[in-house]
């Protein structure tokens, strides 16, 4: 029975690790370079829409670290659906996700929702190698509401220290690693009080 279990796990495993090495570069929407895991060579990060069109507001990245026995490019993060937006070029104008290198070695990705609806917002993750992983070391979030000027909020909250800025003023959260992996918007709403 153990031997079944393991022969399945790793070929679920082969396949799952395949098929997320397989991007149709058309649907490639942003991409920043950066020496992430300080090793002094340039590594790659990828926003790929999901290959099915109709459900476009959920976008993977994609992380590549340089190989350090080769001058080759490696998978390290493989996380679709993660990030929100738009991919669609005739799509609606202020819901482009973005992705760009921030300091020596983070990753910032930004989504939004500046164009629909009465509530907007707009959101950052900063992430950092830590501990041979990928995560989330920073989450932005600032929303308002296009008809009531007092319904307006912002939250900075820097995982790695648990400082905690709400609306401007200071408060205090517990630091907390979270792999990119694991990370969902909810997570960011909870610890923001949203």
Known sequence: MFKIVLIAGLTLSAALTAQAEQIDPARIVDA?????????????????????????????????????EHELL???LSAPNK?????????????EPSLKAVGKSSI????????????????TLTVAYRNEQFVVAGYTYNHYDTLDPDAAG??????LTGKLQKDGKDARAEPRVIPLAEWTDETGQKICGQ
């Open 32 to 68: 920043a370079s950066g020496d992430w895991d300080a090793d002094g060579k340039n590594d790659l990060a990828l926003l790929v829409a999901p290959a099915d069109s109709a459900s476009d507001d959920q976008i993977g990245i994609y992380i590549y670290l340089r190989d350090s």
């Open 74 to 76: 490696r998978l390290s």
């Open 83 to 95: 990030i929100w937006g738009s991919t669609n070029a005739d799509g609606i104008f202020g819901q």
């Open 108 to 123: 910032a990705i930004h989504s939004q929702n500046s164009a629909v609806g009465r509530d907007r917002w707009d959101q």
């Open 154 to 159: 912002s939250c900075d909250y820097n995982a």
